[in-house]
Every structure is written in C-alpha cells, then in structure tokens.
C-alpha cells in the first residue's frame, strides 16, 4: 500500500498536467461573425453563430472560442435581435449593414438588413 502512493501521486500529477490547455484562437463552426468577448475590445471574426428555427421563432447561438455562448432572439419590431436567456440587457445599434450588439463586456457584429418602419436604434428589454 506504501509503495503505492508515490504511483498515484505521480497519475494525479500527470492528469493536472494535462487537463490544462490553451481555448482556440476561434470557435469552431461555419458561419463567423466579429465578435470582442473575454475583456477584448477588438473586433474579431471569431465568434461561430448556429440558427435554431423553434416554436418561439429563430433563435441564434454564437459560441465563444473559450467555450462560451449567448444565445440570441430574432425579433421583428427593429431591434434585430435580444437575449434569450440571462439577465443582462442587449443594446442594439444598426450602422452600414451591420447589428451592432453589445451585451455586459462583449460585443458581437451581424450582418444586417433595415425595414423602412424599423427604428435607427434601441435597447432590448
């Protein structure tokens, strides 16, 4: 029992080792937006977005690349889109094609399209 303890010693060594690594430079996926997430504030294409048609409507999920999401409600009233889950408020802003989204710290850049009755801006409630 004794001779014992070093192996496992060295086995819980090794798997602290190992479960450490780096998150990737870019969340896997095939469709990327711009996205500043993780106390970045540079804009990078970085973000995966997934389309979700349920019940409720279209619903986006944009990972993170450390493993992160939010998921995203698409709404027709001008705002583009809001947050479907959490309690933090998405500030939206149309500008040059693009939904400007910012949620807490992060930031994400939709492609976009503009109804004529839409607002120019507005906060998600």
Known sequence: MVRSLPAVALVLALA???????????AEGEDHIPCAVSG???LKPI???ERHQGANGLTLLVRHPDGGFRRFAVV???RGLEVADGAQVAI???EGGKLDVSVG???YLFPATRKSHAPQAA???
Do not use: N
């Open 123 to 125: 906060a998600a409630k």
């Open 47 to 49: 973000c995966a977005v």
């Open 16 to 26: 602290a080792c190992s479960s450490k690594h780096e998150a990737p430079d870019v």
């Open 40 to 42: 970045s504030g540079e």
């Open 92 to 94: 939206t802003r149309l």
């Open 105 to 107: 710290a992060d930031r």
């Open 76 to 78: 027709s009233d001008g």
